[in-house]
C-alpha cells in the first residue's frame, strides 16, 4: 500500500509533467509536422529549379509560356480563340432545343381598350 501511495504520484509525474510522456508525444508529432512540410517544400523548389532551368536552355518552352501567359505571337503567326462557354458539337440536343422553344409559335396578346373591350 506504501509503494502504492509512491508510484501513482511518480508515474502521474512522469506521464504528464513539464517533460512527461504526453509532452514528449506532441512534441513529435509537431516535429513529424515540421519534416512534413520539409519534404513538400524541397519537393516544390526541386520543380521550380527544373522549371528555371528549362527557361534559361530550352528556347521552345520559353516560347510556349510566352505564347501561354502574355498572349503574344510571332510576325505572320494567326492566333484562333475559342470561347469555352458556347456549347461544342456534341451539344447538338441542346441547340436543337434551344431552337425549337425560340422558334415556337406564340399567340398574339390580346389588347384591351381603357374601356375593358378587347380589341
Request: aromatic residues 8%; proline residues 3%; hydrophobic residues 35%.
Amino acid at each position: 500500500m506504501i509503494v502504492f501511495c509512491f508510484l501513482v504520484p511518480i508515474a502521474a509525474w512522469l506521464g504528464f509533467g513539464e517533460r512527461g510522456l504526453l509532452n514528449l508525444y506532441r512534441t513529435e508529432m509537431e516535429r513529424q509536422t515540421y519534416i512534413d512540410r520539409i519534404n513538400q517544400l524541397a519537393e516544390e523548389n526541386q520543380i521550380l529549379l527544373e522549371e528555371v532551368h528549362r527557361l534559361r536552355t530550352d528556347m521552345k518552352y520559353v516560347e510556349s509560356i510566352v505564347k501561354e501567359q502574355l498572349n503574344l505571337i510571332k510576325p505572320n503567326e494567326v492566333l484562333y480563340r475559342f470561347n469555352k462557354n458556347k456549347p461544342h458539337n456534341n451539344d447538338i440536343k441542346t441547340i436543337m432545343k434551344k431552337d425549337r422553344h425560340s422558334t415556337q409559335k406564340t399567340r398574339p396578346k390580346k389588347e384591351t381598350g381603357s374601356d375593358g373591350d378587347i380589341r
